[in-house]
C-alpha cells in the first residue's frame, strides 16, 4: 500500500493544521493507522493511531486534548487534526499503516508493528 500525506505547513502557535494521509494500492478497512513525527535531532516519536475501524484511539500524552485522530474508510484516509499547537509540535509528521485483524490498538505506539510508510509531510510552528 502506498501512503501519501498532505496538509503540512507553517503555521503560528496556538493555531490549528489538519493532516491528510492518502491510501493507495491496499485494502484501507484492514490496516491499523497511525501517524508519528521526527523533529531534529530528535527520534521519532508517536502521536496517534486509530483502529481499523476508527472505533479505537491512542494519543501520545504531549498531544492528547489538542490532537484528534480519525479515518473516513470510504475515501481511504485518516486524519490528524491538531488544535492549539505549541513550537515543540514542529517536525516531519509521518503516517503509517499496519495490516491487522482486529481492533486493537494497544500495540500502536511501537513504530515496529507498522507495515509501511509515507514519505511525511513538514509542520512548522512558529511563536
Known amino acids: 500500500v502506498q501512503l501519501v500525506e498532505s496538509g503540512g505547513g507553517l503555521v503560528q502557535a496556538g493555531n490549528s493544521l489538519r493532516l491528510s494521509c492518502a491510501a493507495s494500492g491496499g485494502t484501507f478497512r484492514t490496516y491499523a493507522m497511525g501517524w508519528f513525527r521526527q523533529a531534529p535531532g530528535k527520534e521519532r516519536e508517536f502521536v496517534s493511531a486509530v483502529s481499523r475501524t476508527g472505533g479505537n484511539t491512542v494519543f501520545a500524552d504531549s498531544v492528547k486534548g489538542r490532537f484528534t485522530i480519525s479515518r473516513d474508510n470510504a475515501k481511504n484516509t485518516v486524519y490528524l487534526q491538531m488544535n492549539n499547537l505549541e513550537r515543540e509540535d514542529t517536525a516531519v509528521y509521518y503516517c503509517?499503516?499496519?495490516?491487522?485483524?482486529?481492533?486493537?490498538?494497544?500495540?500502536?505506539?511501537?513504530?515496529?508493528?507498522?507495515?509501511?510508510w509515507g514519505p511525511g509531510t513538514q509542520v512548522t510552528v512558529s511563536s
Open positions: 503509517a499503516a499496519e495490516e491487522i485483524t482486529t481492533d486493537y490498538v494497544g500495540h500502536l505506539r511501537d513504530a515496529k508493528w507498522y507495515d509501511y
